[in-house]
């Protein structure tokens, strides 16, 4: 009773929160609800006994996926406005393909049929002999399907590099960091005898020109005279 109360709960604040990012008119709403549906999901995973995938879900997706969306809403100034302005251009074509991927939906449902062993394994969802879902999984996984792990985490690894090359390129006006000038001391330190007690006013601090700053021009005036 208390499970199936539990599912119930969850399982609506889930449903309302994936709405939520949806509508949502605000983006960093929509991803807070979105971080709200991951947590609601993996409590559903707790209770069929998936405890391997309710961790995975909230390290890697509220963890890393849905903190850096917020991250990237926050700090990039978007103009939704202009966002919208080909709306309605675009619904004709939107709607087509909401139609297509629905109809899909409605195939794959309609043919969905369960197994006669489905209420045996929700049941006793813990593999036996003693191991843990966990345990399960990872003696699957390197023991029959060590060979495709590690082929994915290596097709995974030429793509971090592949974007990494396609990103860092070369491009006209970039100003990149100079590590020796940060680092070299000749016209940045500059060593002052202040009298005791005298101090120092704002006025006397002195800084280092910019490097692309003009260099001063000696004006001259009628009489041949410097200023």
Known sequence: MIAAL????????????????????????????????????????????????????????????????LFVVMMLDIDFARLREGFQRYAPIGAIIGGILFLELVLVLAGWRFTDLAVDLRLAPNPGGGVSNTQAIGRLLYTDYVFLFQASGLILLVAMIGAIVLTHRERVGTRRQVIADQVSRSGSVVLQNVAIGAGVSPGSILRPPPKDAPKAVEQHDTHGGHH
């Open 6 to 69: 539990a599912f119930y709960a969850f399982a609506s604040v889930l449903i309302a929160s994936a709405v939520m990012v949806v509508t949502a008119r605000n983006p960093v709403y929509s991803v807070l609800f979105l971080i709200l549906a991951f947590f609601n999901a993996s409590a559903l995973f707790l209770l069929i006994g998936a405890e391997f995938l309710a961790m995975i879900l909230v390290i890697v997706y509220v963890g890393a996926v849905a903190v850096l969306f």
